[in-house]
């Protein structure tokens, strides 16, 4: 069990009407609102549904129950409404005396709290911390006709059994919070509340812009302007209370005066103002805020974000440019960007207000149209991850863009994201790559992980589209939203009217992945009989400057449609075509039909000056057209990589029987009661704590004198190869050992092992703390796998090319923990010397099971263990045969991580002088 003060802070939740609840530990203080909840707030039925029939006295013995304060085995959670913070619903668990591992359960609610989610949300808080307290099984009596209760445990996801006895029923669940159903069942509720919380802000029905000034060029007075102009369906309010009319439009002196409630209300008002104004609102009933002052105080922002909370609104910012929203029923161009946003299917969510500008201006010259535009700014609340649950269900977006500096919970984000990108390409760029990111670390592991490495982790697992810049973004976009996507194999056919052209378009499409394969005899017979003689038709197809339009168009076609490749890059060169016919003109028929193609067609304009522009076919369809082959190869490429994953089966956390994750945490709350600052663990800790995850460590005893080393070499000699021994010197925050000299083998004979062991006492002295004894290995491939707790991304699992050469290689892959077989499938195939583990050249290869097996696991204890900020297992000595570590290293911190899934809004940011 853990110990009281361990309970769980107090967290914001949405209901499933997008209303806030603060969720919290019961205390001695809340006793009276306890007994009003099931005295007077509770109907009789329900209060007979609840004490399986009626008693006064109940309430109050429940109340002295509930309120006790904490003790071990019991949890009790108030679900507390904005209206001034009222309780509005209980949870309880009591684990039984005689079994800890279960524990009784009861859940109450006030009667006009019914039907908004109140029950299902405490119980997934009390899930989450039963669990901390070692309870796998929750026990729940109910009475037979209590529906309510029995519809709340059917929707909760987890794994429950029913028990009838006459007019009683027990349900038992078992408590497993990273069971897929369980997953998905809290995503899904999340997401419905999510979506009602943003509604009075993407579609508001009516907007009070607060702080406009009289004066031209100012924020409020061009965004009023904007908001009018777009053709705003719903009521706009301006709020001055020194203006009593502004551009036209009657103004209001405060928010008291407004003719009705708004939805939203954007402010630009000074910095100083913001929190007031916010509390304003709330007390006027509004239900989303648009904040675009930038500059705010930590106490400011605190008191801003305390507002949105008490009062249910969602916040967009501060420090934004605000938003747009094209749905024809709202049209609100709510953002001081120059452009307005035309209707269209992108999805546009950005940090940086410049990045925001940038590709608004680029999407609007390409005419690619916008549902959405939210600049989020500082982001204190409405976040990406947020939108794309909004755009996943608003029958309009089918391409999301993605610009983000920071993610809330990395591993929430990845699994919305992996949701959403089935139904539509998420795109955005890919920030913050630079070496200047790389924090230093001791570890190989730790080394490994970079920020690239942990943002790639988190794109690749998550189907999203990362891009390196705003322009490439682009030129991926206008790719995936004109054309069909491409097959998984990746081969392109590049035609050209003009060879050289060709050939770079051809090396183009190689650099990015790309496959350009030598077309089958009949297609480049076909071919030949459609181009003008002196063509070349074996891929790059040359053909040359004498081809006309028509002639080219169908050699297109018939690329297009023959199955030999899966799309077909032309590229065309003015000084190649007629007299006055530009490389465009020649397009005219590839423009005239082409809804009919299956296959991505894209095309470089070498007379092009833009960089990308959108070709309108006669039928509505429309053609990418680039300026240069390097940019339209990366966006064949980067529509192959969706393709792909698409194609990818859908995989859920790969199974790790054996696992002791009790036991493990047991040795680590041990150790850190003993070292509270942490460290690196002995050897003999590091064997125990890997061993409770089932993975392998080579024989070794460790000892701490000549006599010990020298009878551990005896023994293990006789499994070791060639009857040698591994010798190890260690000290507290070893580091790099092979490159001090603390690694020696020798053949077991006591002479010799004395000899290392006096070598080890004359070069480290006191620093020696013992020696670890190995059996010397069989020869095997050298890779390493290991752990780091990123303080943005959570626990990564490290894999790739081990040894003393780790680091000279940089050979490595990463994804976020914990690892389904899909993840565990992509890093063994996604190495450069992945062909050394399937068997090369007569080389046996190595056990593909048993390792993916070894990086689940270590993905477990990874999610399991948040205090181990570091684990290097390197090398891992790989081979037919299976896979075993000779040499392991593991660091803890004293820290604790939330439940990255649990329903939480974003905690409250810490203010000087104020508590959190």
Known sequence: MVTSHELPRSAEALLADGTVVTIRPLARGDHDAVTDLHARRMSPENQRLRFFGYSRRAPELTADRLCAGPRPGFVALGAFGPDGGRLVGV?????????????????????????????????????HAARAQGVTVLVADALADNHAMHKVFTDLGLATDRHWADAQVRIEAVLDETAAPYLDAVESRGSRADVASLRPLLRPRSVAVVGVSRRPGTVGHSLLLKIRDGGFTGSLWPVNPHAGQIEGLLCFPSLDALPGTPDLAVLAVPANQVATVAEECGGRGVRALVVLTAG???????????????????????????????????????????????????????QSGGVGIALMEHLDALGIGVSDFVSLGDKYDVSGNDLLQWWEQDGRTR????????????????????????????????????VAGRRGAASHTAAAATPTVTRQALFTQAGITATRSVAELVETAALMDSQPLPGVTGTVAVVSNAGGIGVLAADACTDHGLTVPELPAPLALRLGELLPEGAATANPVDATAAVPAETLVAAVDALAESGAVEAVLLCLAPTA???????????????????????????????????VRLLTCADGARIPAYADAQSAARALAQAL??????????????????????????????????????????????????????????????????EAVVQAAAVLARTGVGGEVVLKAH??????????????????????VRAVY????????????????????????????????????????????????????????????????????????????????????????????????????????????????????????CGPDGAVCV?????????????????????????PGEPA
């Open 91 to 127: 949870v309880e668990c009591e684990a039984e005396t005689d079994n800890p591992g279960r524990a009784e359960l009861a859940v109450a609610v006030a009667d006009d709290w019914h039907h908004r989610g109140v029950a299902t949300l405490l119980i997934e808080h009390l899930v």
């Open 296 to 350: 705010l105080s930590r106490t400011q922002s605190t008191r801003l974000l305390r507002a949105c909370r008490r009062h249910s609104m969602r916040l967009v910012g501060p420090n934004c440019l605000g938003l747009a929203v094209t749905d024809p029923g709202t049209s609100l161009d709510a953002e001081f960007g120059r452009a307005a946003p035309k209707p269209g299917g992108a999805g546009v969510a950005v």
């Open 399 to 434: 391409l999301a863009l993605l610009h983000l500096e920071s993610f809330g919970s990395p591993r929430a984000f990845s699994r919305t994201a992996r949701r959403v990108a089935h139904s539509m390409p998420i795109l955005t760029v890919d920030a913050g790559r630079s």
């Open 577 to 611: 075509l007629g007299a006055g016919q530009s490389a465009e003109e020649a397009l005219a028929p590839l423009l005239a039909e082409s809804g009919r193609r299956t296959r991505p067609v894209a095309v470089v304009l070498l007379d092009q000056r833009e960089p």
């Open 641 to 706: 990589r969706r393709s792909r994953w698409l194609a990818q089966p859908l995989s859920t956390e790969r199974e790790t029987p054996g696992c002791r994750p009790t036991d493990a945490a047991a040795l680590v709350e041990r150790h850190l009661s003993q070292h509270p600052d942490g460290g690196w663990l002995e050897p003999p800790l590091v064997a125990r704590l890997l061993a409770c995850y089932g993975l392998p460590m080579a024989d070794a005893i460790w000892c701490d004198g000549e």
């Open 731 to 752: 000290w507290p925050g070893q580091v790099h050992k092979s490159d001090l000299g603390a690694v020696r083998i020798t053949a077991a004979e006591p002479d010799r």
């Open 758 to 877: 006096a070598d080890f006492v004359a070069r480290f002295g006191e620093r020696l703390d013992g020696v670890l004894v190995q059996a010397r290995q069989p020869a095997g491939m050298e890779l390493l796998a290991g752990v780091v707790q990123d303080p943005v991304f959570g626990p990564l699992v490290v894999f790739g090319a081990g040894g003393t050469t780790a680091d000279l290689l940089d050979d490595r892959t990463a994804r976020l923990a914990p690892l389904t077989d899909a993840d565990t499938d992509a890093m063994i195939t996604s190495l450069r010397t992945t062909p050394l583990l399937f068997g090369y050249r007569g080389n046996p290869g190595v056990d593909l099971e048993r390792l993916a097996d070894l990086l689940a696991r270590l993905g477990r204890i990874a999610a399991d263990l948040p205090q181990l900020a570091e684990a290097d297992l390197n090398p891992l000595i």
């Open 887 to 911: 040499d392991a290293r593991i660091r803890l911190e004293p820290r604790r991580t939330p439940d990255p899934y649990l329903r939480r809004l974003r905690r409250l940011p810490d203010a």
